[in-house]
């Protein structure tokens, strides 16, 4: 991997990194964050997914994670949404919510997005075995995610609770199998078989599989795409089927934007610093 961009950040390094993807069949960029601590030794990693429409520079330049961060002594590991590129697929129709942009963490099944939309597989295998290899990481990892990223950070530990020891979004997508960005994209990545669809539905997964980890979910009073896209009562009920320790907390007068995720980064960081020991 290559340095693209770097920038000194409350003592520690902002860093964009380029490198060859095999899972993706393409190049990608990605961000990080190294807390000053890193120069002494490895530190824990919060994995960050970002939503609909975004790249691994929005988190990085609106959310002002980086003061606490490196207060706390975490590295912050931000991934791009979906593969970039020339020869890429993208919506014919040049839609925000499919395609570019829009990879919505899963691994795409039909043509002909099959061919590098294995987004997933990357956030999961690819890019921790890449940066832990290559950067001052203990191993130890959190994950964190806002709307389409927040489903993908959700669905990820619901998963593979082994890899994580605590996860948190705001404004996850809770219940894509239900709502339309959901449907629009599992059935063009995944085709129209709902049982597999089910594999990247965090209320779903969580009624079957129950989860062992914390989970922190903020979500705004104020936002519009609250009860036709989010739907954070499926959750809720799955959860208390499963038992599981999941915290909802409905911030009044917030809505979906990167100002609702700078005013409560730092409780989620903290959340996680706690569990990341």
């Given at each position: 991997m290559q340095i693209v961009q770097e920038q000194v950040c409350f003592g520690g390094r902002q860093i964009r990194y380029q490198h060859d993807s095999k899972v993706l069949n393409c190049s990608m960029q990605f961000s990080v964050f190294l807390p000053p601590q890193a120069a002494a030794g490895p530190v824990p990693a919060v994995y960050w997914l970002s939503g609909l429409t975004c790249s691994d520079e929005n988190f990085s330049s609106k959310a002002g994670a980086q003061r606490i961060a490196a207060e706390?002594?975490?590295?912050?590991?931000?991934?791009?949404?979906s593969?970039?590129?020339?020869?890429?697929?993208?919506?014919?129709?040049?839609?925000?919510?499919?395609?570019?942009?829009?990879?919505?963490?899963?691994?795409?099944?039909?043509?002909?997005?099959?061919?590098?939309y294995h987004m997933y597989d990357?956030?999961?295998?690819?890019?921790?075995?890449?940066?832990?290899?290559?950067?001052?990481?203990?191993g130890?990892?959190?994950?964190?995610?806002?709307?389409?990223?927040?489903?993908?950070?959700?669905?990820?530990?619901?998963?593979?609770?082994?890899?994580?020891?605590?996860?948190?979004?705001?404004?996850?997508?809770?219940n894509p199998s239900d709502c339309p960005w959901g449907e629009k994209a599992?059935?063009?990545?995944?085709?129209?078989?709902?049982?597999?669809?089910?594999?990247?539905?965090?209320s779903l997964l969580l009624m079957s599989k129950g989860c062992t980890l914390p989970i922190l979910v903020d979500q705004g009073e104020a936002d519009n795409f609250l009860a036709e896209q989010l739907k954070p009562q499926a959750l809720v009920q799955a959860a208390k089927q499963a038992n599981a320790d999941l915290t909802l907390r409905m911030q009044p007068g917030y809505d979906h934007s990167y100002y609702f995720i700078a005013s409560f980064i730092e409780d989620h960081l903290r959340f996680h610093a706690e569990h990341l020991g």
């Open positions: 706390l002594g975490l590295a912050l590991i931000i991934p791009d949404t593969p970039r590129g020339e020869g890429v697929e993208d919506d014919e129709n040049a839609a925000y919510d499919l395609g570019l942009g829009a990879g919505f963490y899963v691994n795409a099944t039909q043509a002909p997005w099959n061919q590098h990357y956030v999961l295998n690819e890019l921790p075995a890449l940066v832990e290899a290559q950067l001052p990481l203990s130890k990892r959190a994950i964190s995610g806002h709307s389409m990223g927040g489903h993908g950070a959700l669905v990820l530990a619901l998963r593979n609770p082994e890899r994580f020891v605590s996860v948190s979004a705001f404004s996850p997508i809770c599992l059935g063009a990545y995944l085709g129209e078989n709902r049982q597999m669809w089910a594999h990247y539905d965090a």
